[in-house]
DNA sequence: TCGAACATGTAAAAGGTTACATGATTAC
DNA sequence: GTAATCATGTAACCTTTTACATGTTCGA
């Protein structure tokens, strides 16, 4: 998924600023989607230029001019072509996992050390979507992507506890770690 | 996670080709990590001038050599650390969410669409899971990984039976989705 | 015979993050 | 007075994907 096409569906629900958009993608979204203001401004500037967004400067009195973006009809018919014609997949990156699948190579403590980090990190994302859950401006749509998100976390802090002492209890240091 | 260190674990394991170590991100890494050939093949050629890993050439009668790569003892202590250095991490992209975000703009039936093509792709996962899910060569890390996949396909595909109708049905056209 | 699997590799293109540069305003 | 928030923007860097180039072997 483009930060283009992101911008615009931001757009899409009110006019913004980058900032205010990377403060959506930061809240609503973060869960399934990011993007860096490297990556915002750039693509509203192009936006602009393909006539999908128009753009109100708001005077700085003594600070940057700010922007103020609105999505265009051909902005909306673009975002509407591209989530259509967009699959609907799902990729996850789990360097944690990716670190468990060598736990045998490990120091038990580090292994330790990074089951806390997970849980913690489960923890808090898991705190945040049910903070943001009886939110009444939200679609059908957008609940949907909050409560699935307090499912999997909720599986996935349900799953840690369940084997975290077993994990620990079967791990043994390679006798070659430090010698060989 | 680099490539690199995604080679070096696979090194770990067994001495392998670059062929072969795209064979097992495509099979016991898949739902969590992936990389391609444009990188792998790079990623062993900048590992051996490191040193950290050695390459037996097994001429090819007729086809490509063979390289068959090997971890040496600073390549298997660089992956230590770089797994140990590497903070607990889980990214999630899904353009599958950010379509539902926005699906009040969207045709039902593009909706209904996303939805079957989640649910194949959700089924699917999880199917290969428990196909491998009894492989007796499993260290407990790679299980718990495996494990974990089971159960957080099973919570999506669970929560995709509880909504699906609610959200259809509260699904209508914007007004203004050809005028305008 | 035809497609899939085996096998390596390069180059261009794409895309994004990080870090930097700048400075006002607001809350504690 | 000091830290966080507001606010925009660029450029270098990094990494990876995609597409291409090449040819064999094996099974249906």
Redesign the pocket.
Known sequence: ????TLCLGALSLADS????IK?LFESAFSHFQ??????I?????KLEDEGAVTCHVEP?????????FSITRQGLQALVDDLSHTPATELVRSDFLVMLFFAHLLPTDVVQQKLDEIEAHYRMELDYLQSIRSDARMTAGMRYGVEQGIAVYQAKLKHLGKHRDALLASHHLPPSATQD
């Open positions: 998924m483009h930060v283009k600023t980058g900032y205010d403060k990011n993007a860096s203001f490297g990556s401004y750039p693509s509203l500037r700085g009195d003594r600070h940057p001019d700010r922007k103020r």
